[in-house]
């Protein structure tokens, strides 16, 4: 798994806005930066909705620093798309599809009970416009939320 201090993993993978787009994470950084990505495991699930929502009710914070959020699952481009529009998310929503990214990043997990493999821990990190993460926190219990007010510290802190 990536931790603060690494340089971040490259993607390039689709993104969804109001349409479906690509996204390159080292084409993005300069302009960006800090970057948030919010990894979850699944679109329309309870604790990913709020916390998409969260992260939306909150965007004013990130944008006063010129942070910009996605959130990232592996979803398909266009369940994304639904998603978003059906919770007014202004922020873009990557899909990691072919499930390379959470690879890359360390946080693949299983629902062996439920049998579906494969999607993202909830997991943040915070990639500053030079390519190294400053700020990474992981959860193994998809139920737990992460702490939004550190987040928010953590992108003012490195402006």
């Not at 994470?25 to 990894?39: G, I, K, Q, T, Y």
């Not at 873009?92 to 690879?103: A, G, M, R, Y």
């Not at 193994?140 to 953590?154: C, F, N, S, T």
Request: net charge negative.
């Amino acid at each position: 798994m990536v931790d603060v201090g690494d340089i971040a993993p490259d993607f390039t993978a689709p993104l969804t806005t109001g349409d479906i787009e690509s996204i390159t994470l080292s084409d993005r950084l300069e302009a960006e930066a800090p970057v948030v990505l919010a990894f979850f495991p699944g679109a329309f699930t309870g604790v990913c909705t709020t916390e998409m929502c969260t992260f939306q009710d909150r965007l004013s914070a990130f944008e006063a620093v010129d942070a910009t959020v996605y959130g990232v699952s592996v979803d398909s481009p266009f369940s994304l798309k639904e998603f978003r529009s059906q919770n007014d998310l202004s922020f873009d929503l990557v899909s990691d599809f072919e499930k390379e990214i959470i690879d890359q990043y360390g946080v693949r997990m299983d629902f062996e009970e439920l049998g579906v493999y494969g999607v993202a821990k909830r997991s943040v990190f915070v990639v500053e416009a030079d390519g190294t993460i400053s700020y990474a926190w992981v959860s193994d219990d998809p139920g737990v939320e992460p702490d939004y007010d550190e987040i928010e510290a953590a992108v003012d802190t490195g402006n």
